[in-house]
């Protein structure tokens, strides 16, 4: 079976792609990736009775918001970039704590620490959380 990516990447090369399952409504539907401007939107389009709609789920890449944050935000199509932002992020609060300046270059006065360590610890039950799904 395809992945989501793979799909779009043969529909973008015009290779015919039949009805897939919608992993947003989990209703079979139409590929279809529309452009607007330099960047690529994928959705899927359904058609119930006489009723089309389509279900949106997301850019193909995020490189424009990519510019101004620094998280190495990737294509909506693939489960791994949740782990990848929360790392970035964290590599991202590091850099603040040690040198008052997140990975842009922006400049931290005020860094209430207190909050941060409360959010760890909520961090560290959601890890000790996924490493039990993991081991399953």
């Known amino acids: 079976m395809k992945t989501l990516i793979e799909l779009v990447e043969a529909y973008l090369q015009g290779k015919p792609i039949g009805k897939i399952l919608c ?8 590929l279809s990736v529309e452009p607007r401007g330099n ?3 994928v959705y899927i389009k359904h058609k119930d009775f006489n009723k089309q ?9 995020y490189d424009y918001v990519n510019r101004y944050n620094k998280l190495g935000l990737e294509d909506a199509l693939t489960c791994e970039r949740h782990i990848n932002y929360a790392i970035e ?10 040198e008052k300046r997140d990975l842009r270059g922006f400049y931290y006065e005020n860094i209430n620490k207190q909050y941060i360590a409360q959010k760890l610890a909520e961090l560290k039950q959601l890890v000790s959380e ?7």
Request: aromatic share 14%; proline share 3%; charged share 20%.
């Open 89 to 98: 992020s964290i590599r991202n609060i590091i850099s603040v704590l040690k």
């Open 23 to 30: 992993p947003k409504c989990r209703k079979h539907g139409y």
């Open 39 to 41: 960047h690529y939107y």
């Open 130 to 136: 996924l490493e039990q799904l993991l081991n399953q």
């Open 53 to 61: 709609y389509k279900c949106y789920l997301g850019a193909v890449a």
